[in-house]
């Protein structure tokens, strides 16, 4: 029972737990993997239609990152994804431009992280639970880390 309480008051401590030459030493991530995620005129910024938007990304850690959008008529689909290293981005990466079409009104984007390459899994459809879709998502990724961070804009 001792054995159980120090071995317990170690792991919840975050700290190197050694046992007659066994080390144990492990450490929990709490930093999210997505510090910044914006369009370039930022949160809230309203576009015209035929105008470009791009999005500015941070990430703590490289991973994959898929860029999703909810339109105005409820409609989700993957504009794309990446594999990104750690720092910060422009997306669409060089030459490539979303250019904005109808329908007019707010656009929900989201940059969706993940450790693991997702696959052939997509995120698309109309969604009326969003995080049942994500689950799906992430459990055919396999991935062990992800973060969900979300933007806004207008189109006009």
Do not use: K
């Not at 066994?22 to 369009?39: G, H, K, N, Q």
């Not at 850690?61 to 105005?72: F, I, K, Q």
């Not at 052939?120 to 799906?136: C, E, H, I, K, N």
């Amino acid at each position: 029972m001792r054995f159980l309480l120090v071995l317990l008051a170690g792991l919840l401590s975050a700290c190197t737990v050694t046992l007659e030459g066994l080390t144990l030493t492990y450490r929990f991530d709490y930093s999210p993997a997505i510090l910044r995620f914006e369009p370039d005129r930022g949160a809230g910024a309203t576009y015209y239609l035929g105008e470009e938007v791009r999005f500015f990304l941070t990430l703590n850690r490289p991973g994959w990152v898929a860029l999703v959008v909810e339109d105005p008529d409820g409609r989700t689909y993957e504009l794309d994804r990446f594999y990104l290293p750690r720092g910060t981005h422009v997306l669409p990466p060089g030459p490539y431009r979303y250019t904005l079409t109808p329908p007019r009104g707010l656009y929900r984007v989201r940059a969706v992280y993940t450790d693991r390459e997702p696959g052939g899994v997509r995120l698309q459809g109309v969604y009326t639970d969003w995080d049942a879709r994500l689950r799906v998502y992430l459990e055919a990724s396999g991935a062990r880390a992800y973060h969900v961070a979300e933007t806004y804009f207008y189109a006009r």
